[in-house]
C-alpha cells in the first residue's frame, strides 16, 4: 500500500485541453511538494504547498493544498506539449519523506 | 544554479560485479539521497546521509551500501551486482532536514546483464 496515491496514473491529452491530477493520503502532512520529471531526467521541485487549502499558481498550473492537509491537486490549463512527463507529489507525514506513486502525462500536439 | 551530476548516465555491468555510482552537488547541503525508479514501483528510497560519514537505510537498502567521505559527495555501491538491480537511479540532495525540496540529479541507467 502507497502512502500518497496519485490519479490517474497514465493521461493522455491533446494540446490545449485542461486537466486535474490527485494526490490523496489518509495521513495528514505538514506540507506536499510537486515535482515534474521528464523522460531520461530526474524531478524538478515545481512547487511546496504548506497550509491547508492553500493555493499556488505557477503560470498555467494551479496547485492546491486540501483543506485537512491530507490531500493535493494540480490543474493545468491548456496544456502543451512541454508539459509532458511524470508528475509526482511528495511530503513526509512523520520522519520519513515519501514520494507517490506518480502520474504520466502526455500531450499530444 | 542548484546542480547535482551523477557519474554516468548510462552504465552495463554483468552480474557479479561491484558498481560504484557516483554523486556530486554544489550546494553545500547536508542532506543526501539515493534511490531507485522502476516502473510501477515509484521511487524507493535506498540510502540517506545527513552529515558526513553518517548514513541510514532507508526503504530497501538490501544489496548496496553507501559512502560519503565528503560533503558533496554521495557514492551508492553495489557489492555484487545482480539482474534484479537494474534499475535507473537517482540522487539527490536537499538543504532542509527530512527530505524537503530535494535537488536531482540526471539519473544513472543501470543495466546488469
Known amino acids: 500500500t502507497q502512502l500518497l496515491e496519485q490519479s490517474p496514473q497514465f493521461l493522455s491529452i491533446q494540446e490545449g485541453e485542461n486537466l486535474t491530477v490527485y494526490c490523496n493520503s489518509s495521513s495528514v502532512f505538514s506540507s506536499l511538494q510537486w515535482y515534474r520529471q521528464e523522460p531520461g531526467e530526474g524531478p524538478v521541485l515545481l512547487v511546496t504547498v504548506v497550509t491547508g487549502g492553500e493555493v499556488k499558481k505557477l503560470k498555467r498550473l494551479t496547485f492546491q493544498f486540501g483543506d485537512a492537509r491530507k490531500d493535493s491537486s494540480l490543474h493545468i490549463t491548456a496544456a502543451q506539449p512541454g508539459d509532458t512527463g511524470l508528475y509526482l507529489c511528495?511530503?513526509?507525514?512523520?520522519?520519513?519523506?515519501?514520494f507517490g506513486t506518480g502520474t504520466s502525462l502526455t500531450v499530444i500536439p | 544554479d542548484v546542480k547535482v551530476t551523477q557519474s554516468s548516465r548510462y552504465l552495463v555491468k554483468r552480474t557479479g560485479e561491484k558498481v560504484f555510482l557516483e554523486c556530486v552537488q554544489d550546494m553545500d547541503h547536508e542532506n543526501m539521497f539515493w534511490y531507485r525508479q522502476d516502473p510501477g514501483l515509484g521511487l524507493r528510497l535506498i540510502y540517506f546521509s545527513y552529515d558526513v560519514k553518517m548514513k541510514e537505510k532507508g526503504d530497501i537498502p538490501e544489496g548496496y551500501s553507501v559512502s560519503r567521505e565528503k560533503k558533496e559527495r554521495f557514492s551508492l555501491i553495489l557489492e555484487s551486482a545482480s539482474t534484479n538491480q537494474t534499475s535507473m537511479y537517482l540522487c539527490a540532495s536537499s538543504l532542509l532536514a527530512g527530505g524537503y525540496e530535494q535537488y536531482f540529479g540526471p539519473g544513472t541507467r543501470l543495466t546488469v546483464t
Open positions: 511528495a511530503g513526509a507525514p512523520g520522519n520519513q519523506f515519501y
